[in-house]
Structures are given as C-alpha cells and as structure tokens.
C-alpha cells in the first residue's frame, strides 16, 4: 500500500485560508487521493477526493500536483469547527484491487480565534 | 453525501459476553463495508473487508473468531465481538462503498467498554 507523509499538527487562524500538505511519493496510476477529516469521538467525515485533476466541492479544494507525488487540501475560510484531524490516503477502486483505505496519523489542525 | 449508521453508539459489556454492532448504509446498496478500530491517540486501524454475500477478509494479525462479520445485505454488516475483554474496549468504525463510488463513507463509530 502505498503510503502519505502529513505534518503532524498545523495551526491557522480564523477566517485564513489554510494549506493543508501531502507527500505521496509512491503513488501509483490506479490510486485516488483521499481526504477525510475526524473530530473527537466521531467517525471520519470525508472532504473530498481526486485522482489527477484539482477538485472543488463545497467544504474545501484539492490541488494535486502534476506528477501526482504531492497534494493539498486548501481549505478557504478556517472557522472554529474546522479543528480537526486531517488525514490523506490513497486507495483505489473497489473493483481495482479492492478500495482498502490505511490510515496514517493525519495533521491535526488547530483553529485560533 | 450517502450516510452510513451505527448502532448501538456505544455499549457496556461484562468481560466474557459477546457484542453485536451493526453497521447500514441508509441511502445507497454498498457492496464493500470496512471495519475498523481505534485506540485513544492512534489512527484508525483497518480490521477486514466484507463483500455482500461473502466470506471477510481480514487483515493480518486480527483474530477471525473473536471478531465476527456478517455481510447479508446490501445495506447490513455486523461485526460481533465474542468472549469480549477488557483489552477489546475501543471505538469500532464501520465505513461504506460500492462499486459505482470512489470513496467510502464512514459511520459514527461505536464505543465498546468490556468490564
């Protein structure tokens, strides 16, 4: 499986864009890039997910780099519920090799008032 | 988004009975339900595969007899937990996805605490 590299913690201030970074080196062709993001005591919530393209929805932007070796979750306003851990993973498709997602152990990001 | 339940949120067992939770996906068939667990301060860990209709593959080191999965249903996995002990306690995380999607979706997990 391939594998993702986050900082472990970041902090942003309210109302700031933040730049939320992912290395993933060893990515292959076949894998989408994934991010969710986990509050405590609460099942990750997914934010968005692409494969070679940026992708826009609306809780947040994904910039992927045109070799695919690095990615960015951008998250336009920070607001307080925000606060999260963030994580980034690679997977594929269920019919490709069967949709398995491992968890690193994320970014959490801190909001500041 | 499609959403995925998990019942009971939490639940409090004596040490040696056995757990039921169960994991549906409300507005979508998922063929593929994951299960996975997770400690105080870690990262979620994945414990198996269920494919509807078939046996579940689980990932090294977890014990297929103590962790039980049954994928019946289109919109229904159920992992029991027998003989549970107090080292079993964590919150169990179920997520959901089909052939049609590109991504999973999670429930809200649930809080197990074997006395």
């Known amino acids: 499986d391939a594998k993702t590299t986050q900082p472990n913690s970041m902090e942003s201030n309210e109302e700031e864009p933040v730049h939320l970074p992912c290395n993933h080196s060893?990515?292959?062709?076949?894998?989408?890039i994934h991010w969710y993001r986990q509050l405590p005591s609460q099942g990750p919530e997914y934010v968005i997910h692409?494969?070679?393209s940026n992708v826009n929805n609306r809780m947040a932007s994904l910039a992927i780099a045109e070799d695919r070796k690095s990615s960015t979750l951008i998250l336009h306003r920070a607001t307080l519920r925000d606060a999260a851990v963030y994580y980034c993973?690679?997977?594929?498709?269920?019919?490709?090799?069967?949709?398995?997602?491992?968890f690193g152990q994320g970014t959490e990001l801190s909001v500041k008032p | 988004g499609a959403v995925v339940s998990q019942h009971p949120s939490w639940v409090i067992c004596k040490s040696g009975t056995s757990v039921k939770i169960e994991c549906r996906s409300l507005?979508?068939?998922?063929?593929?339900m994951f299960w996975y667990r997770q400690f105080p301060k870690q990262s979620l860990m994945l414990m198996a595969t269920?494919?509807?209709?078939?046996?579940?593959?689980?990932e090294q080191g977890v014990e297929k007899d103590k962790f039980l999965i049954n994928h019946a249903s289109l919109t229904l996995s159920t992992l029991t937990v027998t003989s549970a002990h107090p080292e079993d306690s964590s919150f169990y995380i179920c997520?959901?996805?089909?052939?049609?999607?590109?991504?999973?979706?999670f429930g809200p997990g649930t809080r197990l605490l074997v006395l």
């Open positions: 060893t990515i292959s062709g076949t894998d989408y």
């Open positions: 507005d979508f068939q998922a063929t593929t």
């Open positions: 997520s959901a996805s089909s052939r049609v999607l590109e991504t999973q979706y």
């Open positions: 269920s494919n509807e209709g078939s046996k579940a593959t689980y």
């Open positions: 692409g494969l070679t």
């Open positions: 993973i690679l997977g594929r498709l269920i019919y490709n090799q069967g949709g398995k997602l491992i």
